[in-house]
C-alpha cells in the first residue's frame, strides 16, 4: 500500500480560456498550456506564549507565510495573524507547532481565496518509469528540496535487488535530484 499526501484544490486557468479545478497530479495539464496558476490561502491565526513567537514566526516564514499582524492578548499571549497557502500546512504544519511550542500554541484558520503563484508538478521515477503516487503539485521555489528529500527516503526504503535502481525527481522532462539504490553483490 502507497499512502499519498495529502492534496489541495489548485485553479489553472488555460490558454483557451477555461477554468480547471484540479486536486490530483496525474490530472495536471502541460505546461505550456497554463497562463495562470492560483493555490488556495488561508487566514491563519496562532495563539502562543510570548516565549515561543520568533519559532513560530520562522516556521511561518519557511512554508512561505505572509505575516498580516501580531497582537497582545495580554502581558504572556500573543496572537500571530499570517496569510499561508493551504497546500504548506494539511500535511505536518500542526505538528511542528506543538513541536516548537511544546504543545502549548494552537491555530485556526479559514479560507481567504486563490492567489496566483508558481506551481510545478514534480515527478518521481523509478527505474526509469513515472510513479503516478508518488507525483505532487508544489511550489517551484521548493521543488528541488522536497524532490531530494523524497528521493533520499525513497532510497532508504526500496530494498536492494540484482540489478541497480535509479530513483529520480523530474520536473517535465528534466531530472533534478537522483539517488541509485545499489545492486546486490555476488556473495563468493
Do not use: W
Not at 500500500?1 to 489541495?8: A, G, H, N, R, Y
Not at 499571549?77 to 497546500?87: I, N
Amino acid at each position: 500500500i502507497i499512502t499519498t499526501t495529502p492534496s489541495v484544490r489548485y485553479r489553472l486557468t488555460l490558454t483557451d480560456g477555461t477554468v480547471e479545478m484540479i486536486d490530483n497530479p496525474s490530472s495536471y495539464p502541460d505546461p505550456s498550456n497554463i497562463v495562470k496558476q492560483e493555490e488556495p490561502f488561508v487566514d491563519v491565526h496562532l495563539y502562543t506564549p510570548n516565549d515561543y513567537v520568533g519559532g513560530l514566526m520562522d516556521l511561518c516564514q519557511s512554508k512561505r507565510g505572509v505575516l498580516i499582524d501580531m497582537k497582545y492578548l495580554d502581558d504572556v499571549r500573543v496572537d500571530l495573524h499570517y496569510a499561508l497557502p493551504l497546500g504548506e500546512i494539511v500535511y505536518d504544519f500542526f505538528d511542528a507547532i506543538k513541536s516548537r511550542s511544546r504543545g502549548y500554541a494552537s491555530y485556526d484558520y479559514e479560507m481567504k481565496g486563490f492567489k496566483e503563484s508558481k506551481l510545478v508538478k514534480l515527478d518521481m521515477l523509478l527505474n526509469g518509469d513515472m510513479v503516478d503516487a508518488l507525483s505532487m503539485v508544489v511550489h517551484a521555489d521548493k521543488a528541488y528540496a522536497k524532490g531530494r528529500r523524497l528521493a533520499e527516503r525513497l532510497k532508504e526504503n526500496i530494498p536492494r535487488q540484482m540489478f541497480e535502481i535509479p530513483i529520480q525527481a523530474a520536473i517535465g522532462g528534466k531530472v533534478i535530484a537522483r539517488e541509485t539504490v545499489k545492486a546486490l553483490r555476488k556473495d563468493v
